[in-house]
């Protein structure tokens, strides 16, 4: 990849409508060139896709809690059992394995603590091998970002 590369990368981020007209002129490239190259991005997974971002308070899903997960055991199957639950689960947004005291982060959304409560109960403490989980309510996201920092090498 070079800096041309990275310079579409950061505006599609930014704007992932944006035309290839309006694309190729901020990256000072013929439209035709420019379109190749995306296609390229696109075909070598540095794209991986295109999406929304979607207003969590307009639909009622702006409830955020940290749950930390221990496993009973982290043979692989159980770890194959939990990772193919959790991506069944749409309001757990993100699932990190993490090395430390735990196993599992998540990060997950939901309309209130009732909510909340009711997924724990009846979806999460049933997970495959969950031995505990630890739940931290959001109080205020003040950072979230969907983006990845692209190198320096923009010249911005």
Same mark, same amino acid.
């Given at each position: 990849?070079?800096?041309?590369? #990275?310079?579409?990368? &950061?505006?599609?981020?930014?704007?992932?409508? *944006? %035309?290839?007209?309006?694309? %190729?002129?901020?990256?000072n490239l013929t439209?035709?060139?420019?379109?190749?190259?995306?296609?390229?991005?696109?075909?070598?997974? +540095? *794209? @991986?896709? #295109?999406?929304?971002?979607?207003?969590?308070?307009?639909?009622?899903?702006? &409830?955020?809690?940290?749950v930390q997960v221990q496993l009973s055991g982290t043979t692989a199957a159980d770890l194959e059992a939990f990772n193919a639950a959790v991506r069944?689960?749409? @309001? *757990?947004q993100s699932c990190m394995m993490v090395a430390g005291g735990f196993d599992y982060l998540l990060k997950v959304r939901t309309k209130n603590i009732a909510g909340y409560r009711?997924?724990?109960? +009846?979806? *999460? %403490? @049933?997970l495959p091998a969950v031995l505990q989980t630890h739940t931290y309510v959001v109080m205020e996201v003040v950072k979230d970002e969907v983006t990845l920092h692209l190198p320096d090498s923009l010249g911005k």
């Open positions: 990849m070079d800096r041309t590369d #990275y310079r579409i990368l &950061h505006e599609i981020q930014e704007n992932g409508r *944006i %035309s290839m007209v309006e694309l %190729s002129k901020r990256v439209k035709t060139p420019c379109a190749e190259r995306v296609r390229r991005l696109e075909k070598s997974g +540095a *794209i @991986q896709g #295109y999406f929304t971002q979607v207003d969590p308070e307009i639909i009622e899903a702006a &409830h955020v809690v940290m069944s689960i749409p @309001q *757990i009711e997924l724990l109960g +009846a979806v *999460i %403490s @049933q």
